[in-house]
């Protein structure tokens, strides 16, 4: 990894992006940046400004709230989502459990992005009916 | 036979360092000054790197302000001055005003070459130039890793490698007809461009360098990249095309010759005439043709990091930079260790979106010394100072830090002046740390102070307050004057000071 070209295609798999033909994928990919996290080092940090949005290349990391696991999140999935579109800090930490490698979109940059795009929007916004769904029925 | 004039002959040596531009002469200067045995090597004739060669048209995108409010050898006057190399001796600090001619406070691609040239040779900063590295092996022992390079002039050996090669390898994407383009490296001089259509790949500032550069030579200019070009006017940062760099924006919004293109490069071909750029617009698909004489991939550099990925070094991005620890090292091979340029693939927090300035001169040359203090601390025994700081002090202090320091203001949201305070060292002085080092380890009280900015054009300090192992942020109010020793502050810094050194907020 990766080439602008190589990270199109990265995400031309994802369901995030499924709806994006390869210039906009090409667009995307150069609108985001690649970064890697070796095994144990924090992506996300709870209670910090300033943060940005991520989605998942390769590896796989950890969601911790008050240092208790809540989740793992693998190749294809986001976070981060939630406090650039609230403009508050995590209210977890993401750690990577494995080496990480993801692309990140400043936090700043998160509302035009998904106005520009509406189709990952939507996408986005399904997603996140899932895992509301989910916490639901856990709760229930 | 050892050659007597060339210093450092093959051998064994604690830390070897790679490379002759500012990013390895700052790690030279720093490993003398702390006694660490090293060596310097260099592929490159003389010292000066990059700015041997660019930027094409010869004038810097940093620069120093000789006259500015602070005494030319002072700690603060570096936060004015974005091309010195950094040093204790008052001759060898803000060395890059004596080599100024009052043209621009951008000073000249000479100019920073030879102010770089005589911090060397002012210093006594030895290197053996025209040493080439060629290829790398590592063996575990006992010891931990040892290296063994091969380069031109015989084998080195050393338990610590630094490489600062810089990102210095021309890169061009894999595009069908790229053959028929030439990278930024490979322009040729301004005035061989007269009469042509000029297309340029890529939307960074080296594409703008060059279609500012030849506005007066070339008959057209078309800039293409997948994604919108910003400034860093926009951005609030030095993320985006830099301000010396904007005309062509105008040119183009006035339909003066220059359009700017968001549209990804399908191929290029040769046609009667000349050459066709074949796009897709990023908006909408659509595909669009443009006709050229001439066509310029600047699309970027990779670092030359030869066989360390084999080694094991893991690398990230277009630019291919390692992934590194808070402190610089490989974040997957100990042992190696990177300066200069290169620096910037330790990318910190990025809060709001801003990195740090390790990519230029005016953030490495302080990753450089940090890395140093740290290599002489963790492996070769030498104590950094620590000085006591009164309580009557401390708010001052920290407020001088966050108004003054440049490491603070040329490193954001990236370094900290960090103080601690614990029952057996009392209040002590921890220096300038990298931030996510302070955030991600456990230690006794202290706080760390930074300056961040918002992206939207706000500058202010942030106080990280760690009490019991736990770190809470405490952002300051932005001053329109970015003034922050008045009594406002001093009132909330003091109130946050109480809580790990009580009494703080009475001086």
């Known amino acids: 990894m990766a080439t602008r070209e190589e990270i199109a295609e990265a995400l031309a798999g994802m369901t995030l992006f499924a709806d994006l033909a390869m210039p906009q994928l090409l667009g995307v990919a150069g609108r985001f940046e690649e970064a890697f996290f070796a095994e144990g080092s924090r992506v996300l940090r709870q209670g910090l400004t300033g943060s940005a949005f991520y989605v998942i290349l390769d590896g796989e990391a950890a969601v911790l709230v008050d240092a208790v696991q809540r989740a793992t999140l693998g190749r294809g999935e986001f976070f981060g989502e939630v406090s650039t579109l609230l403009g508050e800090p995590p209210t977890a930490d993401v750690v990577a459990v494995r080496p990480l490698r993801c692309v990140v979109l400043p936090g700043s940059e998160v509302e035009s992005f998904l106005i520009d795009h509406p189709k990952v929007t939507y996408r986005m916004l399904q997603a996140q009916s899932r895992r509301l769904r989910n916490a639901n029925r856990a709760r229930g | ?507």
């Open chain 2, 1 to 507: 036979m050892a050659d007597p004039v060339r210093p450092y002959p093959p051998g064994t040596y604690p830390v070897i360092v790679i490379g002759s531009g500012p990013g390895g002469l700052q790690i030279a200067y720093e490993l003398r000054r702390r006694g660490i045995d090293h060596a310097v090597l260099s592929a490159d004739h003389g010292p000066g790197g990059m700015f041997r060669r660019w930027p094409f048209f010869q004038r810097l995108l940093s620069w120093t302000k000789p006259y500015a409010e602070a005494e030319r050898n002072s700690r603060a006057f570096e936060r004015w001055d974005w091309n010195s190399l950094i040093a204790t001796e008052p001759e060898l600090r803000g060395m890059q005003t004596e080599f100024m001619d009052g043209s621009s406070d951008f000073p000249s691609r000479p100019e920073m070459e030879a102010s770089l040239a005589a911090f060397a040779e002012r210093a006594g900063i030895q290197v053996r130039q025209d040493c080439r590295w060629e290829s790398t092996r590592r063996d575990d022992t006992a010891q931990g890793p040892r290296f063994t390079l091969t380069t031109s002039d015989g084998i080195y050996v050393c338990t610590h490698l630094i490489l600062a090669v810089g990102i210095a390898e021309p890169f061009s994407p894999p595009t069908p007809g790229i053959e028929h383009a030439v990278h930024y490296a490979d322009t040729r001089p301004a005035e061989t461009y007269a009469g042509k259509r000029l297309f340029i790949i890529g939307k960074q500032n080296s594409g703008f360098e060059l279609a500012s550069g030849l506005l007066q030579w070339a008959s057209r200019i078309t800039l293409a990249s997948p994604s919108r070009a910003r400034t860093s006017i926009e951005t609030h940062s030095l993320v985006g095309v830099r301000a010396r760099y904007v005309q062509p924006f105008e040119d183009s919004a006035m339909g003066g010759g220059v359009d700017i293109l968001s549209a990804s490069v399908d191929g290029i071909s040769r046609v009667e005439g000349g050459l066709r750029v074949d796009l897709k617009r990023s908006d909408n698909g659509m595909p669009v043709s443009v006709d050229a004489d001439e066509v310029i991939a600047a699309t970027g550099f990779t670092c030359p990091l030869q066989d360390l990925p084999d080694l094991g070094v893991a690398t990230f991005g277009q630019a291919r930079l390692p992934a590194q620890t808070a402190f610089w090292e490989s974040a997957t091979v100990p042992g190696i260790h990177f300066g200069g340029t290169i620096t910037s693939g330790a990318s910190g927090l990025k809060k709001h979106g801003i990195p740090g300035y390790s990519g230029a001169v005016q953030g490495h040359r302080y990753n450089g010394r940090i890395l140093v203090e740290r290599l002489a601390q963790e492996h070769f025994g030498v104590a950094i100072e620590r000085p006591a700081i009164a309580l009557a002090d401390l708010a001052n202090h920290v407020l001088a830090e966050a108004t003054n320091a440049p490491e603070l203001w040329h490193q954001k949201a990236y370094l900290a002046s960090v103080v601690s305070v614990s029952a057996d060292a009392g209040i002590r002085d921890d220096g300038i740390v990298p931030l996510t080092h302070f955030l991600d380890t456990s230690g006794p009280d202290a706080i760390a102070m930074t300056i961040e900015a918002d992206g939207e054009g706000a500058i202010f300090p942030v106080a990280y307050i760690r009490r019991g192992g736990a770190v809470e942020e405490h952002a300051l109010e932005p001053h329109p004057l970015l003034a922050f020793e008045g009594t406002p502050y001093r009132r909330q810094i003091g109130a946050l000071l109480d809580l790990i050194a009580p009494g703080a907020s009475a001086s």
